[in-house]
């Protein structure tokens, strides 16, 4: 053993030397020799990403000319597939390149995506505008009968002909000129708006020195607030950052006012300090851009541009849907404020609840009425068993299997990764997942693609999130709002993982943005469900199952607080539509726009819009006029989840019903045709309202 082992250092000595001296293969060129195809994390180097990029964009135009340049008449395959798959290099880049950036991101690789936006930016513009191109897309789409084309092949055509014509294929050569620069400007802005957002939650640093303002915090909390502290090189005091895992317990439990408001202040006011990373200027200048841009395109707003190929199809739509809604929200959000005034009256404070008050008497008045206080729950919920039992419902619904893969190279050590496969043991895909908060990553939870599904490729996927990192002797323990979150990304991944299409571009989530939720929230539903609660939550020094008697206050404060969750949810939908829906731009002012907004929807004084303008990453990362997409696929995923419940929520028939008509379908139907076909009928709101506890 001994000498193998001494062989085999040897080896990688004289390897690593030999690797060194002579110029590395950039692991970007060519598909990732890796087991599983996955990507080479170890291997890729910053310095990888620029050159794979340029070499990138030469073989898409290499592929385009073959394309253009075929003397054959113009066919689904010879065109249509043949641009569906015309960019490898550049995919395998920028599908890594745009998830370092959103979850593992530094200094120099943030200066390197200011760089090679407008490149990819241009690119982008140099093939939607090719004409050459275009003639072939369009012989092919206006002579769909020509070929005896499936419904994927048609729905691809489509997609690929519109995104052809809303890119500019149509206008006129003066107007495709704007466009383009329109486009380069807005890349950079967009990205400096976010990296702006990033900066800020950084930069904040609240640290506690005295003991007693930690008072009503947690022990857990003090805890690992203090071990932020000492990362910072301040050991002995307490830090309290901007992220959620940070802030929101802190608003919640902190009792000491003048703190919480200081903390709440400076999260809403990121980017509105009129200094380097102030986002005014910035969202000014992008919303003149897209007005300008839509109307090149001929439309009066850029909401009914942008709405144009979504399930909604237009900002009427959007408006009418939230106004529905909204008077059924704000009626039970000024039941609650004033729930809220009457406990701060009980303790003879002669103050009016203000939104820093919201979650900490949110929280008393939830422990009064429910005796049911987060420090109670979150022994149930530690994440390795959350996880499991979102894994042990997918598998009961669908019958997958998701195991731990060992020996794989990840980007941060506290990243793990897991091979999906179906019931007859055949592969779906590769799950990464990366639970943690750290510098670099950006807020929030999402979900993201390595590598797309089609024919023959099985996707690469990923659930980013920042949960409650595990603290000393003490795992990391998740409140109900990372539970569901955990579910919700998970949900996304099974769309992902579960796709079975034959194109990329119509597979797995690259659905319209306002369906693309409706996957993810309906498998939230699963989480605090009884029966998996049952099946999952367990003590994590006892292994004792979960009482029956939390699980029912659980059920029973589902609709507590429900009327502030809709409430900031839709002024934050308002806020987008009526951002994007301007005429004219003239004399807007964030601020006072905005304020205007809020004064339009009598909204209460207690409650903001869940985001403000200057730090609404999602209106510039791509639900511009597009909030409302949450809002939206609630209204189905409460209506379908109406089917799962008829027939009990594992029942096989329905979940195959679900993975057959739905998760498998990708983009390759209409998303309403597909949701009749699922459900019988088009989605009602009434199970919403009563989800919400609003009727
Ligand atoms: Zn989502």
Redesign the pocket.
């Known amino acids: 053993m001994k000498v193998s082992k001494t062989l085999i250092l040897l080896a990688t000595i004289s390897m690593s030397y030999s690797c060194a001296s002579r110029k590395e293969a950039n692991p970007f060129l060519s598909d990732f020799t890796t087991k599983y195809g996955v990507p080479p994390f170890d291997k890729i180097k910053l310095s990888n990403y620029d050159p794979a990029v340029i070499k990138g964009i030469a073989e898409q135009n290499k592929r385009i000319d073959k394309i253009i340049n075929n003397k054959e008449q113009p066919t689904f395959k010879n065109s249509i597939q043949a641009f569906d798959e015309s960019s490898p290099i550049l995919n395998r880049t920028t599908a890594i390149f745009m998830n370092m950036i959103d979850a593992d991101t530094n200094d120099s690789l943030t200066a390197l995506s200011m760089k090679l936006a407008p490149i990819l930016t241009e690119q982008s513009d140099n093939i939607y505008l090719n004409q050459n191109l275009f003639v072939r897309i369009d012989n092919v789409h206006q002579n769909e009968n020509r070929e005896n084309l499936t419904t994927e092949q048609k729905r691809l055509t489509d997609k690929i002909y519109r995104n052809f014509v809303r890119s500019g294929a149509n206008l006129t050569p003066e107007k495709q000129t704007r466009l383009r620069e329109i486009n380069k400007e807005l890349s950079q802005l967009t990205l400096a708006f976010s990296n702006n957002v990033l900066s800020e939650n950084n930069a904040f640093n609240l640290f506690i020195d005295k003991e007693s303002d930690l008072a009503g915090l947690p022990q857990w909390y003090c805890q690992s607030a203090a071990e932020e502290a000492k990362t910072a090189g301040q050991p002995g005091k307490w830090l309290i950052k901007l992220n959620d895992a940070s802030r929101i317990p802190f608003l919640q439990f902190s009792a000491v006012r003048p703190l919480r408001e200081k903390l709440y202040t400076a999260y809403i006011n990121r980017c509105n300090h009129n200094d380097q990373f102030d986002n005014k200027q910035i969202i000014t200048k992008i919303l003149t851009l897209r007005l300008e841009k839509a109307k090149l395109f001929g439309f009066d707003c850029y909401s009914n541009y942008s709405l144009e190929e979504t399930m909604a199809k237009n900002s009427d739509n959007v408006m009418k849907l939230l106004h529905n809604i909204w008077n059924y929200s704000l009626e039970k959000a000024k039941i609650e404020v004033a729930e809220l005034q009457q406990m701060m009256d009980k303790e003879g404070k002669a103050e009016k609840i203000e939104a820093w008050d919201w979650p900490y008497y949110t929280e008393k008045i939830r422990s009064a009425k429910y005796n049911l206080s987060d420090d109670e729950i979150k022994p149930y919920f530690k994440l390795e068993n959350v996880r499991n039992g979102a894994f042990e419902c997918a598998h009961r619904l669908y019958g997958i299997t998701i195991t731990p893969l060992k020996n794989i190279s990840v980007y941060e050590p506290d990243v793990n990764a897991y091979e999906v496969n179906d019931s007859d043991g055949s592969q779906l895909g590769i799950l990464y997942l990366d639970y943690f908060p750290r510098a670099g990553k950006k807020g929030g939870a999402?979900?993201s693609n390595y590598r797309e599904e089609r024919k023959g490729v099985r996707p690469i996927i990923c659930n980013v999130a920042s949960f409650t990192k595990p603290v000393g002797n003490t795992p990391s323990l998740l409140t109900i709002d990372e539970v569901e979150t955990l579910f919700?990304?998970f949900g996304?991944a099974l769309h992902g993982l579960l796709t079975q299409c034959n194109y990329a571009g119509v597979s797995g989530t690259n659905v319209p943005r306002d369906f693309?939720?409706f996957f993810?929230?309906l498998n939230e539903h699963w989480a605090t469900d009884p029966e998996v609660l049952r099946m999952y939550a367990r003590n994590y020094k006892t292994g004792e199952v979960i009482p029956d008697s939390l699980i029912d206050k659980i059920q029973k404060q589902k609709t507590f607080n429900q009327g502030f969750m809709t409430t900031e949810l839709l002024a934050a939908s308002f806020l987008d539509m009526d951002l994007h829906n301007l005429k004219t731009m003239d004399g807007y002012d964030v601020l006072s726009f905005e304020k205007q907004a809020m004064k339009n929807l009598e909204l209460i004084s207690a409650i903001d819009p869940r985001y403000r303008t200057t730090y609404f990453n999602h209106i510039v990362g791509g639900y511009d006029a597009g909030y409302y997409s949450y809002i939206w696929s609630n209204v189905l995923d409460c209506d379908a989840f109406e089917t799962f419940i008829e027939k009990g929520i594992f029942n096989k028939d329905t979940a195959n019903r679900f993975r057959h008509f739905l998760l498998e379908r990708g983009d390759s139907e209409d998303p309403m045709t597909m949701y009749k076909n699922f459900r019988g009928s088009e989605p009602q709101i009434t199970p919403l309202l009563k989800d919400r506890g609003m009727k």
């Open positions: 999402w979900m919700h990304e996304h693309v939720e993810s929230q």
